[in-house]
């Protein structure tokens, strides 16, 4: 019955002291579990052994009491026979055998019960671990909900405290007063840059030698293909002629467009 006490003592251990003592408090709980799954399976073992051990003494007073039935049987059949010596003999085995039967027997009842209370502390054992791992799991589930609530209350500690905050509305108020600044610089800058507007519209045009027309003109005055500047001031009406032929629509408008130019 010692492994018996022993688990028993494990089952009742206050697990909330254990939990509260260890670090991880799941951990110790499935080692708490492990452990009595082990010291389980023993005192399994040891049932099995005094079934056995039962058994046995029952199968010892059986024989005892069919072997006293046997020397009863014989020693009938000495009578009959006329044979009362043996008879005789046959009795004192008979007696013999009766007498261990009787032992065995009060061996046996007093086994057979033990051995029923060993079964049915075993089954008690058995219920008690597996509520303890039901109970294990809504013990782990306390124990993290009980972290939470330290988690969160410490948070709320932390955050009643004001320095935090206020250095946050410090940043805040900073980097909104370096926006305002930006933008006022950019103010600035425009305004002053809007005094200059004529001569950006100046920049803007670009120099008569740049148009792609008065490029073209030139490249036709030296093919040939249309007079030059000082020929065509010299025709009457300012209109030009080809060197070898009227003057196309298209070199008409090249001409004005030099025209153009020159006004």
């Known amino acids: 019955m010692g492994i018996f006490t022993k688990l028993s003592q494990l089952i009742r251990s206050n697990i909330n002291d254990a939990i509260a003592r260890a670090e991880n408090p799941e951990k110790m709980l499935n080692q708490v579990l492990l452990d009595m799954r082990e010291q389980l399976a023993k005192a399994k073992q040891e049932v099995a052994i005094a079934i056995a051990d039962e058994r046995k003494l029952r199968a010892q007073l059986d024989e005892e009491q069919k072997l006293a039935g046997d020397w009863e049987h014989r020693a009938v059949l000495a009578v009959r026979e006329g044979r009362d010596d043996l008879a005789k003999q046959a009795l004192l085995r008979q007696q013999e055998h009766n007498e261990r039967a009787v032992a065995l027997d009060d061996t046996w009842h007093r086994h057979h019960e033990e051995t029923e209370r060993l079964k049915d502390a075993l089954r008690q054992l058995n219920e008690k671990i597996e509520e303890a791992k039901r109970k294990k799991n ?24 004001r320095s935090a905050f206020d250095t946050f509305e410090r940043m805040a108020e900073k980097i909104e007063e370096s926006e305002r600044r930006t933008l006022a610089a950019a103010e600035v800058a425009e305004s002053l840059s809007a005094g200059d507007s004529l001569e950006k519209e100046f920049a803007m045009l670009k120099p008569a030698s740049e148009s792609v027309e008065f490029r073209l003109l030139q490249l036709k005055e030296q093919m040939g293909m249309i007079a030059s500047k000082s020929e065509r001031a010299a025709l009457p009406g300012g209109k030009a002629e080809k060197v070898n032929g009227p003057i196309s629509d298209e070199d008409g408008i090249v001409q004005d467009a030099e025209l153009e130019e020159e006004a």
């Open 138 to 161: 809504l013990l782990v589930a306390k124990q993290k909900r009980a972290q939470a609530q330290k988690r969160i209350h410490e948070t709320m500690s932390g955050l009643n405290d």
